[in-house]
């Protein structure tokens, strides 16, 4: 018997009120103390499309993706064959009996349950409209009684989803008990042979939350003192202004609460940017939130903060693509083309984030960045990342104070005599900006696109303009001491590495398990920001043979690193994952075993 290690794959109809449902589950098993995630795989049209969402209890906290579908609950007659041909010997298969559908489809070696659904909807409700809906809390009662999952947790996590609207939990409730009903009455000879169980553990999750990235991501904002986000609506990143907007009404409580920031929807991404590097001229912390049909629009504008040094944040959900791709799939697949977004020679500071933590976090990071360096800062989600539910450690604002960079005020202007805008004083070819509004008569200065000065004065002269991108360059090296470093797991005595970064990060730990099963020991290094710091380089230079993992298909950050450090191209092998699916680690694990039967 399984106790608190098994994956749920629940297949329905979108738009039929199943998220609801499935959250229900997910945060009823995270309330118990179990380590568990909920990953939805939904399509781009509103309502019609097939919908599938996938539950992971693991006690190692292994929580990535995974095929292994131990139970699979298929409430939709259109994947209804689809669904039957992912069960195993030793899987469990429900199944709405009011199906019609050639028996001998199903694997013998499975055990099939077959439930009236559509019937006990029909006891839930006498409204046909809200039946369709309470079908999905009546399969929460059936799974609840099967697998032993606590009625009073589920009822209470039941009242907390729907409190916004107090009417609306009491027919779940019912629709929920009726569901457990029907298990205790005609599945109990089922249940006692059941082989997959829920066992609470207490404060198995202290210090932990459930929480999905882009709300991370909102609250960090705030945290990090955004004052100005500008937007244009597009999945997976629009719940991150929505978020922003909520939490900053909440927790920024004085006087001046609704006017201390603003939350602009542009007419389109190029706006969108414009405005924040107009509030980032004027000393705003401002961000926009995108995916990657909005990057590309964006592109311009990129290049006028990286020239112009304008502080700047854009925080990218990343789905699948070119074009629209897969709107509401996963990818790594905006890398290469964040890391030189515009023309020319550009090169942009890139934060990576891994977890909701690091979403929080790295949302008070870019910021300051941002000032310190005088740049555009992109920080790289993703729609796994975003979307879908994390067990994470609580979220913690940072205890330093905010980093506003080189900024001179009336008094340093006074003290220095002189202000040239692009001049390099300290070595480290970051110049120093006054914000408008100074009251000096030095402190003004012209900001424009095109060549300049380190005076700001419009020039066109060949060895100004090749002096301001050798300067610019150096400035991008400066940023190595500013941006977090990679996180590095080395063991000398072991020559195979692992390199990952991202939400790839959520499979590796369990990927190093199964190779060491198969006698592969790993180390492994999470690359967190771009530029690459000395730890990469050293990293490199440990390690015989190394895998870089990442999900696209023109391996990117390996391009990246290569194009940096060419002298590792035969040591480093790609392990790439670009199907809209979140990487799982038996696919990490199988190609890695592939290459090194190949190579030995």
Same mark, same amino acid.
């Given at each position: 018997?399984?106790?608190?290690?098994?994956?749920?794959?629940?297949?329905?109809?979108n738009g039929s009120g199943s998220q609801s449902a499935n959250?229900?589950?997910?945060?009823?098993?995270?309330?118990?103390?179990?380590?568990?995630?909920?990953?939805?795989?939904?399509?781009?049209?509103?309502?019609?499309?097939?919908?599938?969402?996938?539950?992971?209890?693991?006690?190692?906290?292994?929580?990535?993706?995974?095929?292994?579908?131990?139970?699979?609950? /298929?409430?939709?007659?259109?994947?209804?064959?689809?669904?039957?041909?992912?069960?195993?010997?030793?899987?469990?298969?429900?199944?709405?009996?009011?199906?019609?559908?050639?028996?001998?489809?199903?694997?013998?070696?499975?055990?099939?349950?077959?439930?009236?659904?559509?019937?006990?909807?029909?006891?839930?409700?006498?409204?046909?409209?809200?039946?369709?809906?309470?079908?999905?809390?009546?399969?929460?009662?059936?799974?609840?009684?099967?697998?032993?999952?606590?009625?009073?947790?589920?009822?209470?996590?039941?009242?907390?989803?729907?409190?916004?609207?107090?009417?609306?939990?009491?027919?779940?409730i019912k629709a929920f008990r009726i569901g457990v009903q029907?298990?205790?009455?005609?599945?109990?000879?089922?249940?006692?042979?059941?082989?997959?169980?829920?066992?609470?553990?207490?404060?198995?999750?202290?210090?932990?939350?459930?929480i999905d990235g882009n709300t991370a991501t909102s609250l960090?904002?705030?945290?990090?003192?955004?004052?100005?986000?500008?937007?244009?609506?597009?999945?997976?990143?629009?719940?991150?202004?929505?978020?922003?907007?909520?939490?900053?009404?909440?927790?920024?409580?004085?006087?001046?609460?609704?006017?201390?920031?603003?939350?602009?929807?542009?007419?389109?991404?190029?706006?969108?940017?414009?405005?924040?590097?107009?509030?980032?001229?004027?000393?705003?912390?401002?961000?926009?939130?995108?995916?990657?049909?909005?990057?590309?629009?964006?592109?311009?504008?990129?290049?006028? /903060?990286?020239?112009?040094?304008?502080?700047?944040?854009?925080?990218?959900?990343?789905?699948?693509?070119?074009?629209?791709?897969?709107?509401?799939?996963?990818?790594?697949?905006?890398?290469?083309?964040?890391?030189?977004?515009?023309?020319?020679?550009?090169?942009?500071?890139?934060?990576?984030?891994?977890?909701?933590?690091?979403?929080?976090?790295?949302?008070?990071?870019?910021?300051?960045?941002?000032?310190?360096?005088?740049?555009?800062?992109?920080?790289?989600?993703?729609?796994?990342?975003?979307?879908?539910?994390?067990?994470?450690?609580?979220?913690?604002?940072?205890?330093?104070?905010?980093?506003?960079?080189?900024?001179?005020?009336?008094?340093?202007?006074?003290?220095?005599?002189?202000?040239?805008?692009?001049?390099?004083?300290?070595?480290?070819?970051?110049?120093?900006?006054?914000?408008?509004?100074?009251?000096?008569?030095?402190?003004?200065?012209?900001?424009?696109?095109?060549?300049?000065?380190?005076?700001?004065?419009?020039?066109?002269?060949?060895?100004?303009?090749?002096?301001?991108?050798?300067?610019?360059?150096?400035?991008?090296?400066?940023?190595?001491?500013?941006?977090?470093?990679?996180?590095?797991?080395?063991?000398?005595?072991?020559?195979?590495?692992?390199?990952?970064?991202?939400?790839?990060?959520?499979?590796?730990?369990?990927?190093? /398990?199964?190779?060491?099963?198969?006698?592969?020991?790993?180390?492994?290094?999470?690359?967190?920001?771009?530029?690459?710091?000395?730890?990469?380089?050293?990293?490199?230079?440990?390690?015989?043979?190394?895998?870089?993992?990442?999900?696209?298909?023109?391996?990117?950050?390996?391009?990246?690193?290569?194009?940096?450090?060419?002298?590792?191209?035969?040591?480093?092998?790609?392990?790439?994952?670009?199907?809209?699916?979140?990487?799982?680690?038996?696919?990490?694990?199988?190609?890695?075993?592939?290459?090194?039967?190949?190579?030995?």
């Open positions: 018997m399984a106790t608190n290690n098994f994956t749920l794959h629940i297949a329905t109809e959250n229900i589950l997910v945060k009823s098993l995270f309330r118990l103390g179990l380590k568990v995630s909920g990953k939805n795989l939904f399509p781009s049209n509103i309502q019609g499309l097939p919908t599938w969402f996938t539950i992971r209890v693991n006690p190692d906290g292994f929580l990535s993706n995974s095929l292994n579908y131990n139970i699979i609950l /298929s409430l939709n007659p259109v994947t209804f064959a689809k669904d039957i041909a992912k069960t195993k010997p030793g899987s469990v298969f429900i199944y709405n009996d009011s199906f019609k559908f050639d028996k001998t489809l199903l694997n013998s070696e499975a055990l099939n349950i077959a439930v009236p659904f559509t019937e006990l909807a029909r006891e839930a409700s006498d409204s046909a409209k809200l039946r369709k809906l309470l079908i999905n809390i009546i399969y929460v009662g059936v799974l609840s009684e099967l697998i032993g999952l606590d009625f009073k947790t589920v009822e209470a996590v039941i009242g907390d989803q729907f409190k916004s609207k107090p009417s609306v939990a009491p027919p779940n029907y298990a205790k009455e005609h599945l109990s000879s089922i249940k006692s042979n059941f082989d997959f169980k829920v066992k609470a553990i207490t404060g198995g999750n202290d210090g932990k939350i459930l960090g904002l705030v945290y990090g003192g955004c004052n100005f986000m500008s937007w244009y609506p597009i999945t997976p990143s629009s719940s991150i202004a929505e978020g922003f907007d909520f939490y900053a009404k909440q927790l920024r409580v004085n006087k001046d609460a609704q006017n201390n920031f603003a939350v602009v929807q542009a007419e389109d991404e190029i706006s969108a940017l414009s405005m924040v590097l107009g509030s980032g001229w004027a000393g705003g912390r401002a961000v926009t939130c995108t995916s990657g049909p909005g990057l590309s629009l964006m592109s311009e504008a990129a290049g006028y /903060s990286y020239f112009a040094e304008i502080p700047a944040v854009i925080w990218d959900v990343q789905r699948g693509g070119p074009s629209t791709g897969l709107p509401t799939r996963t990818q790594q697949s905006d890398v290469l083309f964040a890391a030189h977004l515009s023309h020319g020679d550009t090169e942009h500071v890139l934060l990576l984030p891994a977890n909701p933590k690091e979403c929080f976090e790295f949302a008070q990071t870019c910021f300051d960045l941002a000032e310190r360096l005088q740049t555009l800062i992109i920080v790289l989600s993703d729609l796994d990342l975003g979307m879908n539910f994390w067990c994470t450690d609580e979220l913690k604002p940072l205890e330093q104070k905010f980093d506003r960079g080189k900024v001179l005020n009336s008094q340093a202007l006074n003290e220095r005599g002189e202000f040239n805008r692009y001049k390099d004083l300290d070595g480290d070819s970051i110049p120093y900006r006054t914000l408008p509004g100074t009251e000096h008569k030095q402190a003004a200065y012209f900001t424009r696109g095109t060549g300049h000065d380190e005076s700001a004065q419009y020039s066109e002269s060949p060895e100004v303009y090749e002096h301001t991108l050798d300067r610019l360059k150096l400035k991008y090296e400066t940023a190595k001491k500013y941006v977090p470093k990679p996180l590095v797991q080395q063991n000398d005595k072991i020559k195979t590495g692992l390199i990952a970064y991202g939400s790839t990060d959520s499979c590796i730990q369990e990927a190093q /398990s199964l190779l060491q099963a198969q006698n592969i020991s790993t180390n492994y290094l999470r690359v967190r920001a771009l530029p690459f710091t000395d730890e990469v380089l050293d990293y490199l230079q440990k390690n015989d043979r190394i895998y870089l993992i990442e999900q696209n298909r023109d391996a990117q950050l390996k391009q990246l690193l290569l194009n940096k450090y060419p002298q590792f191209y035969d040591k480093v092998h790609s392990v790439l994952n670009y199907n809209g699916q979140s990487i799982s680690a038996e696919f990490v694990t199988k190609k890695i075993l592939s290459i090194e039967g190949g190579l030995s």
